[in-house]
């Protein structure tokens, strides 16, 4: 069955780099585009980019100054990475496939602190 | 950017209540608008795709409906699962937008 997992550090100094692996399953990467979403607690979800399923990229024009998102199809892995981390970028960061955002990883919840 | 709006925040229900809840776009969306389910463990669930169908496994109790800039989903009758934060997204253009959320909880 199709699934979403991510992975990460839960922990990040302020200034430093979040790197968030998403490990997915039931599905190619080649035919389904894959999002990162995130949420700050007690607020609504934010989309942050898209993974393409020809392998194009797209970005939320508020992020996308420090945003990368790539991919391993041969591992069926996304990974995100955004740099330049302040304290209002903790919350729980998604990975979701596209196309309606049909399925959606459990979370993994990042703190940015010193 | 599409901001997306919705009412109530806050929807204090009983079981057995039919409720509804408000998405508004300030600008047309065309019918791309997705609903999605939020339990407190954070658990995302969808519900809802292109406004009014029902996404595999999500109850018949669960409907949406709206055009243009306004957009609704309906549950017809409460159950005690029911009760948990609901969000509206738009689909129409990049970057996508989700509302504020609006939290059924129990009267």
């Known amino acids: 069955q199709v699934q979403l997992k991510e992975s990460g550090p839960g922990l990040v100094q302020p200034s430093e780099t979040l790197s968030l692996t998403c490990t997915v399953s039931?599905?190619?990467?080649?035919?389904?585009?894959v999002s990162w979403v995130r949420q700050p607690s007690g607020k609504g979800p934010e989309w942050m980019g898209r993974?393409?399923?020809?392998?194009?990229?797209a970005y939320n024009s508020a992020l996308k100054s420090r945003l990368s998102i790539s991919r391993d199809t041969s591992k069926n892995q996304v990974f995100l990475k955004m740099n330049s981390l302040q304290t209002d970028d903790t919350g729980t960061y998604y990975c979701t496939r596209d196309g309606g955002f049909d399925y959606w990883g459990q979370g993994v919840m990042v703190t940015v602190s010193s | 950017d599409i901001q997306m709006t919705q009412s109530p925040s806050s929807l204090p229900a009983s079981l057995g209540e039919r409720v509804t809840i408000s998405c508004r776009a300030s600008q047309g969306i065309s019918n791309n608008l997705n609903w999605y389910q939020q339990k407190p463990d954070g658990t995302i669930k969808p519900l809802i795709y292109?406004?009014?169908n029902l996404q595999s496994g999500v109850p018949s109790r669960f409907s949406g409906s709206g055009s243009g800039t306004d957009y609704s989903l309906t549950i017809s009758s409460l159950e005690p699962e029911d009760f948990a934060m609901y969000y509206c997204?738009?689909?129409?253009?990049?970057?996508?937008?989700f509302g504020g959320g609006t939290k059924l909880e129990l009267k």
């Open positions: 039931g599905f190619s990467l080649t035919s389904y585009s």
């Open positions: 292109y406004t009014s």
């Open positions: 997204q738009q689909d129409a253009s990049f970057p996508r937008t």
């Open positions: 993974m393409w399923y020809d392998g194009d990229t």
